[in-house]
Nanobody, 122 residues
């Protein structure tokens, strides 16, 4: 089993920055992809950024503003968010997958954190 715990959410004004972190514990040796998803009430969970071995991908809405990182052991996942917009508001979830290159498909992720709230005001 793998446990994921997110931190770093908060409230900022539009144009501000936040950094999220996700710490993985348990049997992380099989992790090959990690990602950030976000969700607002009434909407589907949306893939924001993902990272696997030598590869990253971002939702079009965050390209150029968000940057994802992970350590070599896939134990700490980060998300640097700049120039935040009100539409970035949501609950941000960390996810981990045992497959390589899981990309931004939620169905391919095996483990999920409980989320951290990000609120951006205009």
């Amino acid at each position: 089993q793998v446990q994921l715990v997110e931190s770093g959410g908060g409230s900022v004004q539009a144009g501000g920055s936040l950094s999220l972190s996700c710490v993985a514990s348990g049997d992380t040796s099989r992790m090959r992809s990690m990602a950030w998803f976000r969700q607002v009430p009434g909407m589907e969970r949306e893939g924001v950024a993902y990272i696997s071995v030598g590869k990253t991908n971002y939702a079009d809405s965050v390209k150029g503003r968000f940057s994802v990182s992970v350590d070599n052991a896939f134990k700490t996942l980060g998300l640097e968010m700049k120039d935040l917009k009100p539409e970035d508001t949501g609950m941000y979830y960390c996810a981990a997958a045992t497959m390589y290159y899981a990309d931004l498909a939620a169905r391919d992720y095996d483990y999920w954190g409980r989320g951290t709230q990000v609120s951006v005001s205009s």
